[in-house]
């Protein structure tokens, strides 16, 4: 009985390494991978507060220009949907409890509330979106994967304006016209250097950490 015990164990081990994909039949990798992925996640948020920092403000609007954008878009590239989400999300949580992470070391919840708090939760959305469209159901094909990687932070930015245009509009009670020159129009040109960066980073970027493009 013992033997037949011991041979029914080893099959299914047997059968598990047959079936598991490269990389997942180990608990030791498995692990690994999970550490990375909490480690990135909280990398990104860091850099996210960072983007903050290098702030240059405009005349015109309360919106300045920061590289936060530029560290969302890769967050969305490197991690998947829940991670990616999270990464954000830990930003913008310890700027409500109190740490000067948002631009020009502001903080609190009345920033969320404040003319640029769209852009803010709008870049909550976009990495997900972007992360989405990256990840979700992607093939092994390079070229689709770097289709997947443009579309995807064109989108994300579209979201983050989508978001944070009509939302400066409202609180301000600018006409749309004057939203649109002031907190769109004006960012645009580096938004799009950001877009190119964020997909050259990341394509030796993801095959650097997770051996894949």
């Not at 920092?53 to 890769?74: A, E, H, K, R, Y």
């Not at 502001?106 to 972007?130: D, E």
């Not at 769109?184 to 950001?194: C, E, N, R």
Request: hydrophobic share 55%; glycine share 10%.
């Amino acid at each position: 009985m013992t033997d037949l015990r011991i041979l029914a164990y080893s099959t299914e081990i047997s059968m598990c390494t047959a079936i598991a994909p490269e990389g997942d039949i180990m608990p030791e990798n498995h692990t690994l991978n999970s550490m990375r992925t909490i480690v990135l996640t909280a990398v990104m948020a860091a850099l996210i507060a960072a983007g903050a920092f290098l702030s240059f403000p405009l005349p015109f609007t309360p919106v300045p220009i920061t590289l936060q954008t530029l560290f969302v878009l890769v967050a969305g590239l490197f991690l998947t949907p829940v991670w990616a989400g999270l990464s954000v999300f830990l930003y913008l949580f310890a700027g409500i409890i109190g740490l000067p992470v948002f631009a020009g070391g502001n903080r609190g919840f009345s920033v969320i509330m404040g003319p640029s708090g769209g852009f803010l939760i709008g870049m909550f959305v976009a990495a997900i979106v972007l992360s989405l469209i990256v990840h979700v159901g992607k093939g092994k094909n390079k070229s689709r994967s770097i289709i997947r990687d443009v579309v995807g932070v064109i989108v994300a930015t579209f979201v983050i304006y989508g978001v944070g245009y009509p939302w400066i509009v409202v609180v301000l009670n600018w006409e749309w016209k004057v939203g649109l020159a002031r907190a769109v129009l004006p960012f645009l040109p580096g938004d799009t250097a950001k877009m190119i960066v964020a997909v050259l980073v990341a394509i030796p970027g993801r095959r650097i950490l997770f051996k894949n493009a």
